[in-house]
């Protein structure tokens, strides 16, 4: 059982071995199991989150933190758990990409794209370990999200579980 104390690696690498298993994407799949063995590749996180969720990437990750929020005491059903599940890992993982890239690293935007909504100056230490602590959280509502698509999975359609969020 995890808190939302716990790491934010140990976190993200939770939600997303959960995501992998909803997930029904072979390509989402294939970049679970990459993030997770160590492939932290911006550009390639980025085009697994917008399978998932098109406009998830540009969203702050306080943002995707208040609108998963905002769906907890809802029931959102099996598709909408299982996608904020798929969607909450994989933001939580590229907030943890954005935040261990240097501005070095960054790949320039071409000319006439929307930049990501994100830094690319260094950032100070509290900056930083407070974007992985609300990765983390993400993380964590995301398993949250993982048990309750399974749950409605179980329980099928005439008997949709309670969602609780602990």
């Given at each position: 059982?995890?808190?939302?104390?716990?790491d934010p690696d140990t976190l993200v690498d939770a939600a997303l071995a959960e995501a992998a298993n909803l997930s029904t994407?072979?390509?989402?799949?294939?970049?679970?199991?990459?993030?997770?063995?160590?492939d932290s590749d911006e550009?390639?996180?980025?085009?697994?989150?917008?399978?998932v969720w098109p406009e998830m990437p540009d969203i702050t990750i306080e943002e995707v933190h208040g609108l998963m929020e905002d769906d907890v005491p809802r029931d959102v059903g099996e598709h909408g758990a299982s996608r904020w599940a798929m969607a909450g890992a994989a933001r939580a993982a590229l907030?943890?990409?954005?935040?261990?890239?240097?501005?070095?690293?960054?790949d320039p935007v071409p000319v006439g794209f929307v930049t990501p909504a994100r830094s690319v100056t260094p950032q100070s230490p509290?900056?930083?370990r407070h974007r992985e602590r609300e990765a983390g959280l993400v993380a964590f509502m995301a398993l949250h999200f993982a048990e309750t698509a399974k749950a409605h999975r179980m329980a099928g359609p005439e008997h949709p579980p309670?969602?609780?969020?602990?």
């Amino acid at each position: 059982m995890h808190s939302p104390d716990d790491d934010p690696d140990t976190l993200v690498d939770a939600a997303l071995a959960e995501a992998a298993n909803l997930s029904t994407d072979p390509a989402f799949k294939a970049w679970c199991h990459d993030y997770r063995a160590g492939d932290s590749d911006e550009s390639v996180a980025r085009r697994a989150l917008s399978a998932v969720w098109p406009e998830m990437p540009d969203i702050t990750i306080e943002e995707v933190h208040g609108l998963m929020e905002d769906d907890v005491p809802r029931d959102v059903g099996e598709h909408g758990a299982s996608r904020w599940a798929m969607a909450g890992a994989a933001r939580a993982a590229l907030e943890l990409i954005r935040t261990r890239t240097g501005p070095g690293d960054v790949d320039p935007v071409p000319v006439g794209f929307v930049t990501p909504a994100r830094s690319v100056t260094p950032q100070s230490p509290d900056v930083a370990r407070h974007r992985e602590r609300e990765a983390g959280l993400v993380a964590f509502m995301a398993l949250h999200f993982a048990e309750t698509a399974k749950a409605h999975r179980m329980a099928g359609p005439e008997h949709p579980p309670r969602l609780r969020f602990t």
